[in-house]
């Protein structure tokens, strides 16, 4: 039987009139039709989460009184601007959730103060710039960002923040990236930058990441990578390259690192690759993901042939195994010679599949 105890703000109990209710079953306090500023309460160390509220600007004076709170959900609150030090009353925040919101502009040192973030939820909202400097002073694990309307990722976007752990920044409109955008992150492990905009990786962007271990790049629109694009990269274990543009993969890009095990570079109309610059630049690979990309025949069974004598695995997840294939990777007959749209390639695949003939 679940405990409700209702604290009423102001006045009677009515329509729309601002309270909250204590769940002591899950410690939650579920608080309904705020405006802009919190009621005084002991909140304990408790979970709140706010329904029906309108908090336009979330400031210090939104919170204006220290509390115990592990937990605060004010996603769909209407929230437009988070301004310096908003959060400096609620220390013991560990989850942050903010959400499907309206927020376009947050102030150079928002969380500040705040040392023991587990989750920092900010997708869904309206952000196009990242003021360097927003995520001074702060702690977190983990950080998303995804499904905003961000641009551009300037220099030190990220300063001043003390420990991140993942960064997600995945389905926002990102185009261009400096070569400092990333400075500060020097304890990062997983960097998710898909479903981007991103044509260019500036020389000098991840020399300060050190400690990344994931690195996804998928459905992007790079081309090319510049000799040293990825040094910095050493401690790298996966690299996702799914889906960009690329042609031509000779290997040489994966020559900074030291302990990349997983390489996917499927659906990027790859006509030539080598699979000995793969292997000579980066031995430590073991799963290796190239379907979707534009082979001959005799072309995929020698880059097959090579990777299973050394160990490598070929895992493909989208099998094509009705048409003319080896491992359920798509090919024709024909040198290739240059890059062709996918979809024209597959149609010539097919092509030759049914003029295949086949005897008793």
């Known amino acids: 039987m679940i405990n409700w105890q209702i604290i009423i703000i102001s006045g009677g109990l009515s329509a729309n009139t ?7 079953e899950d410690r939650t306090y579920i608080c309904k039709f705020i405006r802009n500023i919190f009621p005084r309460l002991f909140y304990g160390n408790y979970n709140l989460k706010c329904e ?20 605060l959900n004010v996603s769909e609150s209407g929230i437009q601007y988070i301004t310096s030090a908003a959060f400096s009353n609620l220390g013991n925040i560990q989850y942050l959730y903010l959400q499907n919101n309206k ?20 997708e869904n909202n309206l952000i196009v710039d990242l003021v360097p400097g927003f995520l001074n002073d702060l702690e977190a694990n983990s950080i998303v960002l995804d499904n905003n309307k961000i641009t551009v990722l300037p220099d030190n976007a990220f300063e001043g923040v003390l420990t991140l752990l ?79 543009s690329i042609k031509v993969f000779d290997g040489t890009e994966l020559l900074p690192f030291q302990h990349l095990t ?10 030539y690759l080598d699979s000995q610059g793969i292997h000579i630049n980066a031995p430590s690979i073991r799963f290796l993901h190239i379907e979707e990309n534009i082979y001959s025949c005799s072309l995929l069974i020698n880059i097959l042939q090579y990777f299973k004598s050394k160990g490598i695995e070929v ?31 597959l149609k010539k695949v097919h092509e030759e599949t049914r003029n ?4 008793c």
């Open 18 to 24: 601002p309270n909250c209710e204590i769940r002591n």
């Open 52 to 71: 029906h509220c309108d908090i336009r600007i979330f400031s210090p004076q939104t919170f204006p009184h220290e509390n115990s709170l592990i937990s």
């Open 103 to 122: 927020i376009m502009n947050i102030s150079k040192g928002a969380f500040s103060g705040l040392r023991q973030v587990y989750q920092l939820q900010l």
């Open 166 to 244: 993942t960064l997600s920044l995945k389905n926002n409109n990102i185009r261009k990236l400096h070569k400092d955008t990333f400075a500060g992150l020097d304890s990062l492990e997983y960097l998710e930058l898909q479903n981007n905009l991103i044509c260019h990786l500036p020389l000098g962007l991840f020399k300060d990441l050190r400690t990344l271990r994931v690195l996804n790049l998928a459905d992007n629109k790079i081309t090319t990578f510049s000799l040293g694009t990825f040094s910095g990269l050493s401690e790298l274990n996966s690299l996702i390259l799914a889906n960009n």
């Open 262 to 271: 997983k390489l996917d570079i499927s659906g990027n109309n790859i006509y």
């Open 315 to 345: 895992v493909s997840n989208r099998g094509r195994y009705y048409v003319q294939n080896i491992n359920g990777i798509a090919c024709i007959e024909n040198i290739i010679t240059e890059s062709v749209p996918f979809d024209f390639f």
């Open 356 to 359: 295949q003939k086949n005897y």
